[in-house]
């Protein structure tokens, strides 16, 4: 797994770092795992946007040949001061099927966008990539954004589940801003509002929700991350969660964020998302780093602009 931290100066310099990340890094590069950009489009300022810069890249997967295929878009308005990078997915994309310049043309059955907030005074940003997904999460001022795009873990064989793709982000709104204090802005591990997409095993797209949901889709309301989304099933476990807190010794329990469905169809257990990872959130502050008891590392961060005991999540680094 690869890693890299620093600071960008708008949604464009945090795309072009993150391009530059996936496709050369070296870590990636010496297990096989860079990715492939397939489509770089540029698109000239109009009335109310800047000029955009869309790319598309596509990633090899564990084995080499899975062909996971992520866009990711700039999208800055001035005159509401909104610095965004968005993301979008599919199970193929083809540059010569892209029609007017849009780049969401080119792919098939392809996501609804998910945005990551950025802006235009210098923020700091942290990469985690494999060959089958990329992190990346922004902070700005205090508040914390954070996208998971690729491949999750399903609990069953590649073939019974062969593109368990996740597309999510902190909001699905593309205008809106990082100082949103409302359900639209969330997290990857505690999705609220069409922020958080699921490729299922039929190829159809269902949104997947935390500890509140809004504008739903059929069956949104039966289908949740663990822990933060069980909430809304058993009474107590919000009050549990929010008491939980470190071992002697500081061990903090680290529970897997988890996709499952009480659907009429069936109750799934999903899969997980691959190196992220809910924690109490007591005596925790974001960018805190900490180890597991078999060397692994971990980054914490939180939920957008919250900070209660149930708001902190960690990427795993190595």
Known sequence: MAHETGTASSETDLLQKLDTFLTGNA?????????????????????????????VWQAPGASGGDKIY????????????????????????????????DMHSGFINISKDVVLFADRRSFRYWFFASGRRVIVVTGVNTIYSSAYCGFMLPVVNPSEYPYPLVIAGSAS?????????????????????????????DQGWRDIYGRNYSYSTTGADKRYLTPNGATRYKSGILQTLTA???????????????????????????????????????????EDTISSADGHQYVVFQNGFRITPCDYFAVEVS
Request: glycine share 10%; aromatic share 12%; charged share 15%.
């Open 27 to 55: 870590q990636l590069t010496v297990t096989g795992e860079q990715w492939q950009r397939i489509y770089d489009h540029t698109t000239q300022a109009g009335d109310s946007v800047e000029t955009s810069r869309a790319v």
């Open 173 to 201: 709104n593309t205008g809106l801003r990082y100082s949103d204090t409302t359900d639209a802005h969330s997290s990857i591990v505690d999705p609220r509002q069409k922020n958080f997409w699921l490729l299922y095993p």
């Open 244 to 286: 939980l807190q470190a071992s002697p010794g500081s061990h903090c329990p680290l529970f897997p964020v988890e996709v499952r469905s009480l659907e009429e169809s069936g109750v799934n257990f999903l899969g997980a998302l691959d190196g992220v990872f809910w924690l109490p959130g007591v005596g925790r502050a974001s």
């Open 70 to 101: 992520i866009g990711a878009y700039t999208h800055g308005v001035t005159a509401s001061n909104t610095y965004n990078l968005c993301f979008c997915g599919g199970s193929m994309f083809s540059a010569a099927g892209v029609v007017y310049d």
